[in-house]
């Protein structure tokens, strides 16, 4: 039997192919690689991989641009490998999501090649085109987000394209119907091909307003800079206009009909949003007929989270989104590494990673996170990233968590790749590679694992709903619960010791192989730094 609710409460490894594993040494990991590295996927007791794409295309965005949607970048390999790789995941009970980037194509796409060729081509209206102002400006004021207006001038068509991101990235004109099919049969083919779902890229972005009209600015007092820099102009407006549109809850029933035609498919949506992130989350996977999940930037921020803010989100879901279903992560390829973002030390690295494995909703974790991988400091000389080019120094890019996994100690490229690794190898990874923490049974790679395993062994944290979750000071508290399992859990997100009472009722403590606290007989729960309790009501 298949469980087609596999994805609710899932945790999902990322993997940037670029940087995960070089199988031919040529220095760019790859998706031979992906499949030999398997069994230590597994060893960590996700339930599925979600790999960054792979498909055809030029790099620009590394691989985010993407120029052949139904086939395999040579680069990262070949479809007969894409097809080792979920071999090899089926084989250890792993699901494989894909990450499909719908939103925009490359420019080297064949559509807008074609697109681009005239004004009466079949796929003329296939991207946004627009005239310009009488006086040769763009159509409206919309920035991209990579920097710079979000129209660039072509002057075969005499008309400006809009791209959301980078130039080589026009966004796809999604209320022509023909645009729509041809993404779902590109979807399709991915299906037919045997994966078991979908990360979908910036799913907000897919329309834009077909009168095109001016966004307004945003009140400095309403501006979040939490996820990309502030230096960028993009986060001093309000895309009321250019994404969020109502159209693209339509569209993604169509691609949610398309799944359920599969016996277990599911997507998890990336719906980035400053300022309405929660709310549009709890739109977009409303119901059976939307998105499963949506990917939260809440806990991306850059401000380090405490109690009190992971008890605003959740009180916030409860009202914005209450059958709305969150996937959670710290960290990604797009942001730096939470070690140091937050700066963690070893403890409240550990406490954190306890904590999202307790919450309500997916997990994402991100290759290398299971080591603790701080960020890493990527010389302007070796940067690749488009994004970091444009606004270093004041924003260095997202290469410091992009560089290459470190497998082992001995080697200087950490077992990656027997050739020149695309981004350096950072120093400061080598003595946290995965070799040296298999031998070492206080590494943090194994306190991973026991909280994936703690995860699975509780219903109650993979599908329970929960009490109110409270912040008491730096404590952190609430309870999951679901048929007759109640767990408790408490967090000290703090380095100073603190002392709580525990609900009334009959508590067991569990979780000691997490380092959690057992409260003292008059039910006084003292947490030592960075100290859990979890408590199971008999
Ligand atoms: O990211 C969408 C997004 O909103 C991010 O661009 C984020 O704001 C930015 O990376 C700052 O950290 C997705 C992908 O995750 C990203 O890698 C792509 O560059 C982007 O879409 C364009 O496809
Ligand atoms: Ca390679």
Known sequence: VIDKDWWRGAVIYQIYPRSFQDSNGDGIGDLIGISQRMS?????????????????????????????????????????????????????????MIDLVLSHTSDQHPWFAESQSNRTNSKADWYVWSDPKPDGTPPNN?????????????????????????????????????????????????????????????????????????????????RNANIAPSVNPYNHQEHIYSKNQPENLEFLKRFRALLDEYPAAACVGEVGDAQRGLELLGEYTSGPEMVHMCYAFEFLAKTKLDATRVAQVFDELSRVAKNGWPCWAFSNHDVERHASRWDLPPAAQRLFATLIMCLRGSVCLY?????????????????????????????????GCRTPMVWESSNQNGGFSEGFPWLPVSHDHLNRSVGLQEDDPSAILHHYRRAIAFRKEHPSLIKGEHGGVFAYGDVLQFTRQHGDETLFCAFNLSDTPSLHGMPPGDWVTIGHELGGATPSPDFKLHLGPWQVCLALKQ
């Open 367 to 399: 290759q290398g996170e299971e080591l603790g991988l701080p960020e890493a400091d990527v010389d302007f000389e070796d940067l690749q990233d488009p994004y970091g080019k444009q606004f270093w120094p004041e924003f260095k890019g997202r290469d």
């Open 40 to 96: 230590y996927i597994a060893s960590l007791g996700v339930d599925a991989i979600w790999i960054s794409p792979f498909f055809t295309s030029p790099m620009k965005d590394f691989g985010y641009d993407v120029s052949d949607y139904c086939d395999v970048d040579p680069m990262f390999g070949t479809l007969a490998d894409f097809d080792v790789v979920v071999e090899a995941a089926h084989q250890h009970g792993l699901k494989v």
């Open 142 to 222: 919309w920035l991209s987000i990579f920097g710079g207006p979000a129209w660039q001038w072509d002057p075969g068509r005499e008309q400006y394209y809009l791209h959301n991101f980078l130039v080589e990235q026009p966004d796809l004109n999604f209320h022509n119907e023909d645009v729509q099919n041809a993404i779902l049969s590109t979807t399709r083919f991915w299906l037919d091909r045997g994966v078991d779902g979908f990360r979908l890229d910036t799913i907000n972005f897919y329309y834009a307003d077909k009168e095109l009209r001016d966004n307004p600015a945003l009140p400095p007092e309403r």
